[in-house]
């Protein structure tokens, strides 16, 4: 079964650290470039980081630069979302993509070329 699931959210105070796994299941997710995204309520889905599939260059959004790092974890067909210096502004459900069935390089903080998605996980930041 072809799927990629997010885990690692939960609350934490301000200035602390979380560190999120996108784990795939059916494939191998080393052949792929991915990305995270966040959504907050009421607000539009976000772009956080993103990792190539060919030379792994690595993007961020710039609300996030600094402070969040992407890398590839080959051993257990994951990626991590490294998170640190978490503000409240970071509160939002944490999704992972994948460009599956089109353009396995895509690379980028689009969504629109992501078609294989997690469930995502909660992460909140709050005193």
């Known amino acids: 079964q072809l799927q990629v699931r997010e885990s690692g959210g939960g609350l934490v105070q301000p200035g602390g650290s979380l560190k999120l796994s996108c784990k795939a299941s059916g494939f191998t997710l080393d052949y792929y470039s991915i990305a995270w995204f966040r959504q907050a309520p009421g607000k539009e889905r976000e772009g956080v980081s993103c990792?190539?599939?060919?030379?792994?260059?690595?993007d961020y959004a710039d609300s996030v630069k600094g402070r969040f790092t992407i890398s590839r974890d080959n051993a257990n067909n994951a990626v991590i979302l490294q998170m640190n210096s978490l503000k409240p502004e970071d509160t939002a459900v944490y999704y992972c993509a994948v460009p599956y069935y089109g353009d396995t390089a895509y690379y980028s903080l689009d969504p629109r070329g992501y078609d294989l998605w997690g469930q995502g996980t909660q992460v909140t930041v709050s005193s």
């Open positions: 990792i190539s599939s060919t030379d792994r260059s690595t």
